[in-house]
């Protein structure tokens, strides 16, 4: 194993029940340390999935999976210590305040007093959000939800974060905050984050790794410029997905 | 943990508080339906010619037997007595008219010297139980057989007969405890005479007996027979108390639908937080329900003619069984929110099986009108283990021991819920 590599995948696979055929296929992957990972791909290619299994949502049906060194069937929870999730879809009590719902999740990861109040207003702060502490979730616009959710996964200062899809379905403002926001938490507490997407025009931009995947199986992974270096043909890592694959992403 | 635990707590407090419409059900509901179930009972059951039949009294008789049999008429209460007209005492005449036009079903005169009288022919009869040489040495007074206490009784023209044979063996009944006084008191004079030992006075002869009501088939022999309000007030707070499964169960669901499970258990050791936290909050619930609904048999339905739910010596009791029930329905709300996999089947699912548990556990029709069948069928039912201990207290004023078996059998029920959830979760993980 690589020295900083902090999540490293073996052969992982997923049979749900009663399908055709797995949602992630022998999957390899090693994250390194600090690094902003993205594993991109079309609707259903497993990336939920993957990213459902490191969270220890769900097990997995075959294969080896390591987080800091832990085992993720072994150490489950030493491991959801350390990781923060926000889930593809809004993970919150509508009926709740925005404060309110923070607070619980605050509770649940054991913070709580001061340290906790302080740390839900930076965070609505930091998003914009600070007058709308004690309205409720269902007054919230889309974008603001996301944001929401999304603060709710990192009040406990999380070593990896893991985001999937964090951007959908919001304006370009909304968009270019929450990437900015987990840029400066990369880059200023050398936190891992992993997200997913599959609008590879914004990956390309954000992500120093990535991983493309299909129908659950890896078929290319690298750092975004290199990989445009490396198919000439290729302007965008659009064009090297429809290269490999001979399909086209969605929207 | 116990932050946790505290925080979960408060936030289903929360969500359910805003639930405006899931805490009317649970209130207003019950409420509604033990208002309309108690009338609906007491019209059907009673029969109109029973209740509230006015009568007309002209008391002339000065002493014990006159007034015996006005309080007797006053406090037996189907009768409305009425002993003046527009503030004067009607005469005989006006009496015997009032009746004829209906507009009082029965009217009384007590003759001037009834108790009088009643007095005598008990002395003599009780003089004649004495061998002819020793009467003289009863100094009885001068006594004579002429005279019987009388009293008229004038019938509405309409009333039937099996009435009328029921107010005159109400008559009887309430002048029995002033002849039987009489009796005591005159034993008492001769053996002071005879003897010279002093006697205290003897009384409460209306309630020598105790007339316990039951039905004759085999399996009813030990059913008890609560009035409407105690019968509604239990059985409908019973009713409430299990709905919650329906808010209960949408919520565990709504947490599994909208991934906020997911996010829980990403956070280690908030899932048993979050199920202690439900189990709370509706326990709580349960508990507040059944202590609204105790006030409105108390308080409430007394207002609107109906009997008053007495709790007597029982509060104990009654908290305990209380707890037992809420738990119960706690735990079946979490195993329906755990094995239903959407909304609208743990709704449809949920409410289904807790009529039917209702209807077979007395709840609508209680279990002493039921046939012998459904009268074992009916033990099954977690509500009517609830029910049972709510009639032993509030008929036979039982204590924690007298409910005991009930207790147990809700907190099995409630266990069984909770391990049944467990085993599913775990068997659910290891399938998906
Ligand atoms: N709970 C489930 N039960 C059965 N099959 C599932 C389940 N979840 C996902 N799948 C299947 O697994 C495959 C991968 O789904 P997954 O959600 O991981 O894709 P995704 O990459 O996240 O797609 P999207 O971009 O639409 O979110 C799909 O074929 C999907 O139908
Ligand atoms: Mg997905």
Redesign the interface.
């Given at each position: 194993m690589e020295e900083n590599v902090i999540i490293e995948i073996n052969g992982l696979t997923k049979w749900?029940?009663n399908a055709a055929k797995p949602a992630v296929d022998h999957l390899n992957l090693a994250i390194r340390k600090g690094e902003i990972f993205g594993l991109l791909g079309p609707n259903g290619a497993g990336k939920t999935t993957t990213i459902?299994i490191l969270?220890?949502?769900?097990?997995d049906s075959e294969g080896k999976v390591t987080v800091n060194g832990l085992d993720l069937k072994k150490d489950a929870?030493q491991i959801?210590?350390i990781?923060g999730?926000v889930?593809?879809?809004?993970?919150?009590?509508p009926?709740?305040t925005a404060k309110?719902n923070l607070?619980?999740?605050g509770?649940?990861?054991?913070l709580?007093g001061k340290a906790l109040d302080d740390k839900i207003r930076q965070c609505m702060q930091d998003f914009g959000l600070e007058d709308r502490m004690d309205k409720?979730i269902k007054t919230f616009s889309g974008g603001m939800k996301r944001r929401v959710n999304l603060i709710?996964?990192i009040l406990h200062n999380p070593r990896i974060l893991i985001l999937d899809e964090p951007t959908v379905g919001i304006d370009v403002q909304s968009k270019i905050v929450i990437l900015e926001y987990l840029k400066n938490m990369n880059k200023n507490n050398g936190i891992t984050i992993i997200y997913t997407s599959h609008l590879m025009e914004e990956a390309e931009q954000f992500c120093s790794q990535i991983a493309i995947i299909d129908e659950g199986r890896l078929i290319e992974k690298g750092n975004p410029a290199k990989l445009i270096e490396k198919y000439e043909s290729c302007n965008n890592l659009e064009d090297i997905f429809l290269l490999l694959t001979g399909k086209r992403l969605r929207d | 943990m116990w932050l946790k635990y505290i925080a979960s707590t408060k936030k289903e407090a929360l969500l359910l508080l805003r639930d405006k419409a899931g805490l009317a059900m649970l209130f207003i509901m019950p409420m509604a339906l033990v208002f309309i179930m108690s009338l609906l009972q007491d019209s059907t059951l009673k029969k109109l010619e029973e209740q509230n039949t006015p009568v007309i009294v002209i008391n002339q008789d000065t002493g014990s037997f006159g007034k015996s049999i006005v309080e007797g008429l006053e406090t037996a209460g189907f009768f409305i007595v009425s002993q003046q007209i527009n503030g004067k005492t009607p005469s005989e005449e006006d009496l015997r008219q009032l009746v004829n036009e209906g507009k009082y079903r029965v009217g009384i005169i007590i003759r001037p010297g009834a108790t009088e009288a009643l007095r005598q022919k008990i002395k003599y009869r009780i003089k004649q139980q004495f061998p002819e040489e020793e009467r003289k040495l009863l100094d009885l007074g001068a006594i004579s057989d002429t005279t019987l206490p009388h009293v008229d009784v004038y019938f509405d023209p309409v009333t039937k007969s099996n009435f009328k044979h029921a107010v005159i063996s109400a008559l009887r009944q309430f002048s029995a405890g002033v002849v039987a006084e009489m009796v005591f008191d005159t034993y008492a004079d001769l053996l002071n005479e005879l003897v010279d030992i002093q006697l205290k006075q003897a009384g409460g002869f209306d309630e020598m007996i105790d007339f316990t009501q039951q039905y004759a088939t085999p399996e009813k022999k030990n059913l008890i027979i609560p009035n409407s309000t105690q019968h509604n007030v239990p059985a409908w707070t019973i009713f409430a108390m299990f709905f919650i499964v329906i808010p209960l169960a949408g919520n565990i669901i709504h947490e599994r639908e909208s991934g906020l499970s997911m996010r829980l258990k990403t956070i280690p050791g908030s899932n048993l937080a979050v199920i202690m936290g439900k189990t709370t909050v509706y326990f709580i619930v349960g508990i507040l329900q059944a202590g609204f609904m105790l006030l409105i048999g108390m308080y409430i339905l007394p207002l609107f003619g109906m009997p008053m739910l007495r709790i007597g010596s029982g509060l104990f009791a009654f908290m305990i069984i209380t707890v037992s029930v809420s738990l119960a329905a706690s735990g079946y709300g979490i195993l329906i929110g755990t094995i239903a996999t959407t909304q609208e089947q743990s709704s449809i699912f949920g409410s289904i099986s807790v009529v039917i548990l209702a209807a077979i556990g007395g709840i609508w029709v209680p279990t002493f009108m039921m046939s012998g069948l459904m009268i074992t069928v009916s033990r099954l039912s977690p509500l009517n283990w609830g029910l049972n201990g709510y009639y032993d207290i509030f008929l036979r004023s039982a204590g924690i021991s007298d409910i005991l078996h009930y207790v147990l059998l809700l907190l099995s029920f409630f266990l069984g819920c909770i391990f049944l959830s467990y085993l599913y979760n775990r068997y659910k993980k290891m399938k998906s």
């Open positions: 749900y029940k459902s969270s220890t949502q769900i097990s929870d959801k210590k990781i999730i889930p593809q879809d809004i993970a919150l009590y009926t709740l309110e607070d619980f999740f509770h649940m990861y054991g709580h409720k709710a996964g | -």
